[in-house]
């Protein structure tokens, strides 16, 4: 069984990295997630958000272009998704990654984005772009609370629940 920090190193390892270079790129990217001080520890000694964390640490010690998450935090509760959204949103901050966040949590989905992709039910089309900014206020520091309760995120929540018709296109009083 591998502890924490192997499972970080392991695509490094599949890649030929020497063991001493990735054993270091794991400790760097487990501090980075704030995991620092759990490289022995064994992934089932780990709470759910600490085990999110070991994952994201693992992609970002590929070094990739783009950081692709697919509903990272859906089985988080809600105070540890926010500590999450908070902690991933830092990282795009300090390393400047490209991150596809695919989230069907549309509080989530306004806070985290800087461009919102809406789509159609399977098969999956683009319906609609929204370029947004509250990812970029919290980086600034407006604080999440303050966000949320911005009357322009409400309005832009509300505008992405409001329902579809059947032919994928939003109905025309739910049109900004």
Not at 8 to 21: D, P, S, T
Not at 53 to 75: H, M, S, T
Not at 97 to 123: N, R, Y
């Amino acid at each position: 069984m591998a502890h924490v920090r192997d499972n970080v190193a392991f695509g490094l390892q599949l890649a030929g990295v020497e063991k001493m270079q990735r054993l270091e790129i794991a400790h760097q990217m487990l501090k980075k997630v704030g995991l620092e001080g759990a490289e022995k520890r064994y992934i089932w000694q780990l709470s759910g958000g600490q085990r999110q964390r070991v994952g994201i640490a693992r992609a970002l010690a590929a070094n990739p272009q783009l950081l692709l998450l697919d509903e990272p935090f859906g089985a988080l509760d809600a105070f540890t998704r926010d500590q999450m959204q908070t902690l991933l949103l830092k990282l795009w901050q300090e390393t400047g990654k490209q991150v596809l966040l695919i989230t069907h949590d549309i509080e989530e989905a306004v806070f985290m984005a800087t461009e919102l992709v809406l789509l159609s039910p399977g098969p999956g089309r683009v319906l609609e772009r929204l370029p947004l900014n509250f990812a970029r206020r919290f980086v600034a520091g407006e604080s999440s609370r303050s966000i949320k309760s911005d009357p322009r995120f409400i309005a832009m929540r509300e505008y992405v629940l409001s329902p579809y018709l059947s032919n994928g296109r939003r109905s025309h009083e739910c049109a900004h």
